[in-house]
Each structure stands twice: as structure tokens, then as C-alpha cells.
């Protein structure tokens, strides 16, 4: 009964400890098409999506109204208006 106790208690302390660092995987590059180089979110866009003049900055809209601007070359989010 005691062996059996210290195994779970074992078990469980170590899934505590090390699954949570398990999915922090970034996930934006995971499952890409062909030449894609990230993906924007997991966020629903909707709407227009448009680069700036320069080519620098992507701006979205998104299903909660609002507007998001991003890094054209590395995908990362930029401000939400």
C-alpha cells in the first residue's frame, strides 16, 4: 500500500512538473503549406487583409471588431487597434 502510494504521488509530481512545458511549443510554424514562412494566430480573421505600402506590417481584421497590425517578415503581432 505504501510503494503503491509513493508511485502515484511520484507520477503525479512529475506530470506537474514537466507536462505543462510539453505544449509550449510555438505553434505558428507547425504544419506550414509549401513556401508559408508562420502563421498570424490561432485567432478567427476575418474580413480584409492588407500590407502597408512599404511591405512591412500586415493589418487584419478580426471577429471581435478589431484590427490587428503585424511584422510582414516574421509574423509577430505588431499593436491591436
Known sequence: MKITRRFFITLFLTFTIFLPNVFAQDYTTL??????????????????????????????????????????????PKATL
Open 31 to 76: 504544419s506550414l503549406p509549401d513556401g508559408a514562412i508562420a502563421r498570424l494566430s490561432k485567432g478567427e480573421i476575418t474580413g480584409n487583409i492588407a500590407f502597408s505600402p512599404d511591405g512591412n506590417t500586415i493589418a487584419t481584421g478580426w471577429k471581435d471588431n478589431t484590427a490587428r497590425l503585424w511584422d510582414a517578415i516574421t509574423g509577430q
